[in-house]
């Protein structure tokens, strides 16, 4: 079982950046690949990266490409999310979660463990 917690939202100007982090408690760390998804005013949930198991391989959707670097720490239980270049478009709840199969990582409903949140607010 994992239990996660986000830290490292807050509130920055367009082009600025912040590095969110995505600490995990339990022993299972590494049989999951680990997310970070966000999720705006009035939209659904959406992957915005993810890292395998061995952070090895990563994935990001085509609106953050570029701009925001995902990675992870086995040793630390950490997943962290850099994002820079920031734009108000970027603005929403922050959350990380745990997926067993990296290969159906944009399968929302398949995420086994979640995390609370943390809001990312940029102004233009």
């Known amino acids: 079982q994992l239990q996660l917690v986000e830290t490292g939202g807050g509130s920055v100007q367009a082009g600025g950046s912040l590095r969110l982090s995505c600490g995990a408690s339990?022993?299972?760390?590494?049989?999951?690949?680990m997310a970070w998804f966000r999720q705006a005013p009035g939209k659904e949930r959406a992957l915005v990266a993810i890292?395998?198991?061995?952070?090895?391989?990563?994935y990001y959707v085509e609106s953050v490409k570029g701009r925001f670097t995902i990675s992870r720490d086995n040793a630390k239980k950490t997943v962290d999310l850099q994002m820079d270049s920031l734009k108000s478009e970027d603005t929403a709840v922050y959350y990380c979660?745990?997926?067993?199969?990296?290969?159906?990582?944009?399968?929302?409903?398949?995420?086994?463990?979640w995390g609370q949140g943390t809001q990312v607010t940029v102004s233009s």
């Open positions: 979660g745990a997926i067993r199969d990296y290969g159906l990582g944009m399968e929302t409903d398949l995420y086994e463990y």
């Open positions: 339990g022993r299972a760390f590494t049989d999951y690949a």
């Open positions: 890292v395998n198991w061995y952070a090895d391989s990563t």
